[in-house]
């Protein structure tokens, strides 16, 4: 007995109490059941509270992507055509185009061509076979008048011909400026004679010329231009042609120049003489 007193004393001696877990069974036991069903009110609604929160979360994390992609889609939207006005469509239906082709009909005028000056030297000219002499050769004056006011002229055969060719020259001498100026060599057509060419000692661009066969007579004819001058002083003017072989007789042959200028008019003309 004394044995089991003994033990019951070492134990309750080597006993140490849980003081916090007796007083939380207090607190328990203590607890009124109002506050029992409070608490456990609280922790329900703590845990049914984390759904609609996921929920709420959900759906504003969608409302957000959905934003976003109504934005990026009115972005990429293409601008509108602009819509043309009434007056514009006016405008464009009253304008011709620029590049309509001409009618079928329509004639097109080429421009005609100026008068082409002669060459100073030209012995391969030939008279134009498509004009028409609009100029009919004067009848061969009397005599000789070789001398008028400040003019003055001579006609000669050229020294240098030969027997089958021959060039008549014309020398004309005035002492004051012509505005105006017809020169006509008149050849007889012998037997062979036919154009080889013309020159002149003034400038080619200052006259129109022609060589035409007139009545059966080679005319050569220099026409100053309008606006031109013959300076004063002494020039030369030449025909060229071919002949018989054998010599030719220039007896037929004459020369004309009308002229115009500050002295006035004046006109001289002859005949050849050939000259060695």
Do not use: C
Not at 118 to 128: L, N
């Amino acid at each position: 007995m004394d044995d089991l007193h003994g033990r019951l004393r070492e134990a309750a001696e080597a006993h140490r109490p849980d003081r916090e877990r007796m007083l939380a069974r207090i607190e328990r036991g203590t607890e009124r059941p109002a506050d029992r069903r409070a608490g456990r009110h609280r922790e329900r609604t703590r845990l049914l509270g984390w759904p609609k929160v996921v929920l709420a979360a959900v759906a504003a994390a969608g409302a957000m992507a959905a934003g976003g992609l109504a934005v990026a889609a009115i972005a990429q939207r293409p601008d509108p055509k602009p819509v043309p006005t009434a007056t514009a469509t006016a405008t464009a239906t009253a304008s011709p185009s620029v590049s309509a082709a001409p009618s079928p009909s329509a004639a097109v005028v080429p421009p005609s061509p100026g008068p082409s000056p002669s060459p100073t030297r030209s012995p391969s000219a030939r008279p134009s076979a498509s004009a028409s002499p609009t100029h009919r050769p004067a009848a061969r004056p009397a005599g000789s008048h070789t001398e008028d006011g400040p003019l003055w002229a001579d006609g000669s055969v050229d020294p240098h011909s030969t027997d089958a060719w021959a060039q008549s020259n014309i020398t004309l001498k005035t002492r004051s400026p012509l505005t105006a100026l017809t020169l006509e060599l008149h050849v007889a057509r012998t037997s062979g004679v036919k154009d080889t060419g013309h020159w002149q000692t003034l400038p080619a661009a200052d006259f129109t010329v022609t060589v035409r066969v007139e009545d059966g007579v080679l005319v050569y004819r220099w026409t100053l231009r309008a606006g031109r001058t013959v300076p004063a002083g002494e020039h030369v003017f030449a025909g060229q042609y071919d002949h018989a072989t054998g010599g030719r007789d220039a007896k037929d042959d004459w020369y004309r120049a009308d002229t115009d200028g500050a002295a006035g008019t004046a006109s001289v003309w002859g005949d050849f003489a050939r000259t060695d």
